[in-house]
């Protein structure tokens, strides 16, 4: 008889409520720690599900739900800072949708927070009021001790720590990590959060936009997003992102209510639709608030059985949406590598866990650091961060075809993703996701790729300086030389042809690389 084994969640977000259900599809004994009194509060603005997240949401049985309280992004629209419409396409969302399977949704942080509690079988594993306050660990191999403020005591074979980016139990980590094996987390994990912009949220109901719409409006430095929430609700979810006169290291307290007017009163004439203003849009808000956007990926996320995910491993900046989907991307991956480990009989074997762990540490920084940076890129575009970004957003990328300029960009943030291996698969789309490749692509580094473009760049360069150093024509090496000169034409080609058909990877259309400077060099 195999040896129980129990999961023990900590924070009752997207990620720990997510986790959950999976726990339970999967027939893992768990419980859940979640601090607050109500696990649904009706707080935050809307949330965005996009494909990668969608379609592991629908495995688990949430997604149609979710649909019915939530709003499709049908249109991809982008204003000016003076309300003017800088891009407009009405296609984006049915696009997606035959490419993906899903298009992206957004509905409230309460409305999804209920759907995920309510999905959930085993009401009796969920505990509120239970912030944790302390946790032990034996040997490698025993069982965790975590212990509440209430004096109440939970054991667990793995604790999995979801309780956001005020984490208690990545506190913990940290603390058990440097006493017992000091060095293990590095320097850079502790000072690396870091907060670039900040954000005031807000929930207005008929302000004056077009129902059904979503906007994104570029400004310096600062941009302002928009989306219904229900369709045809006239409620609408909005989000001023502002940069920081400098950045903020560490974690950054809540807040207090005068930094949010102080933001409202010194941009209310913004404008941020076709005849209303931010402050005219703050005028129709019910709910409102401030919060600092933290950005971070640990290179650690786990220490013996104690495992990080969710915003305790990693922040994103929220413009690009994948916070919650990468929660639910890592949650997904738990649930599977637990599977693996009981199919393989090594659930209670302490190496083979850290094996599993690792793993999961190495899939996870890799992917989220690439969100990271992308996100950051494109609040940095949003908000016309400097001259270049300014004249690339209002001028050069509108004037791109969507489906070269945008379509790519938001593909790549979708993929690589994963969804659940022992559910039924979710719906599919025309562009594959990468487990269903056969033949998936490796990362590179970047010391290989600059080595290769520079390579690239003296092979190009070469023909016009070879005169310099051989001969225009001797009889000896007349045959060498027009053999020579045949060779470096057929590279001169070869490397056109790379460079042109490279540089239309989304991530290089607005790059120092891109096709227009190879005609420029040449």
């Known amino acids: 008889m195999a040896l129980p ?34 696990v649904a509060p009706k707080l935050g603005a809307g949330v965005g599900l996009t494909p990668n997240g969608a379609r592991i949401l629908d495995q688990i049985g949430v997604w149609d739900s979710m649909c019915e309280y939530a709003s499709p992004v049908n249109a991809g629209l982008a204003l000016s800072p003076k309300g003017q419409t800088v891009i407009f396409n009405p296609h984006m969302g049915e696009w997606l949708e035959k490419l993906f399977g899903y298009k992206i949704h957004f509905l409230s942080r309460h409305d999804c927070l209920r759907i995920l509690f309510d999905k959930i079988k085993q ?42 980016v005020r984490s208690s139990v990545r506190s913990e980590v940290w603390r058990i990590a440097d006493m017992e094996k000091p060095g293990y987390i590095p320097e850079r994990d502790k000072t690396g959060i870091v907060s670039l912009y900040t954000a005031v949220i807000g929930i207005a109901h008929d302000p004056g936009l077009a129902r059904g719409g979503s906007a994104r409006v570029y400004n310096h430095l600062r941009s302002y997003f928009f989306q219904e929430g229900i369709e045809g609700s006239g409620e609408f979810y909005w989000w001023l ?45 019910a709910y409102s608030a401030v919060i600092p956007l933290q950005e971070f990926v640990l290179e650690k996320c786990f220490y013996k059985n104690i495992l990080l995910i969710g915003d305790t491993f990693r922040k994103l900046h929220p413009v690009a949406g994948q916070g919650a989907n990468s929660a639910v991307e890592e949650s997904a991956l738990v649930a599977d590598m637990l599977w693996k480990l009981r199919e393989n009989v090594a659930l209670h074997d302490a190496v ?19 969100l990271r940076e992308d996100a950051n890129l494109v609040q940095r575009m949003e908000s016309l961060d400097n001259p270049i970004m300014r004249f690339l957003a209002l001028h050069v990328i509108p ?16 993929t690589p993703a994963r969804c659940m291996e022992h559910l039924p698969p979710p719906k599919a789309g025309m562009c594959p996701f990468s487990e269903d490749m056969q033949v998936k692509p490796n990362p590179r580094s970047p ?49 056109s042809g790379l460079w042109v058909v490279e540089s239309y990877k989304a991530s290089l259309l607005v790059s120092p690389m891109s096709r227009y400077l190879l005609f420029y060099l040449f």
Request: charged share 20%; hydrophobic share 45%.
């Open 352 to 370: 083979r866990v850290d094996q599993a762990l690792t793993e999961f540490q190495k899939q996870r920084f890799v992917r989220t650091t690439a």
């Open 241 to 285: 992102c502002a940069k920081n006169e400098k950045p903020i290291k560490g974690i950054v307290p809540k807040l207090s209510p005068d930094t949010k007017q102080a933001l409202l009163d010194k941009y209310a004439d913004d404008q941020i639709g076709h005849g209303l203003t931010l402050g005219g849009l703050y005028k129709k808000s």
């Open 123 to 164: 009401k009796s594993n969920i505990h509120l009021q239970k912030e944790v306050t302390r946790i032990s660990l034996g040997q490698l191999g025993e069982k965790a001790r975590v212990e509440t403020k209430d004096g109440s005591v939970y054991t667990a074979d793995l604790v999995i720590g979801a309780d956001g």
């Open 399 to 414: 004037q791109l075809p969507f489906v070269v300029a945008f379509l790519p960009q938001l593909a790549s943030s979708f």
């Open 5 to 38: 084994f129990k999961v023990l969640i900590v924070g009752g977000g997207v990620a720990g409520l997510t986790l959950a259900i999976m726990l339970e599809l999967y027939g893992f004994e768990y419980e859940l720690l979640e601090k607050h009194p109500d």
């Open 447 to 495: 010391l290989a790729t600059i080595s290769w473009i520079g390579l690239l760049m003296l092979a190009a360069c070469f023909p016009l300086s070879a005169h310099r150093f051989l001969p225009a024509s001797t009889s000896s090496l007349l045959g060498f030389s027009e053999v020579f000169q045949l060779y470096i034409s057929v590279m001169a080609v070869s490397i």
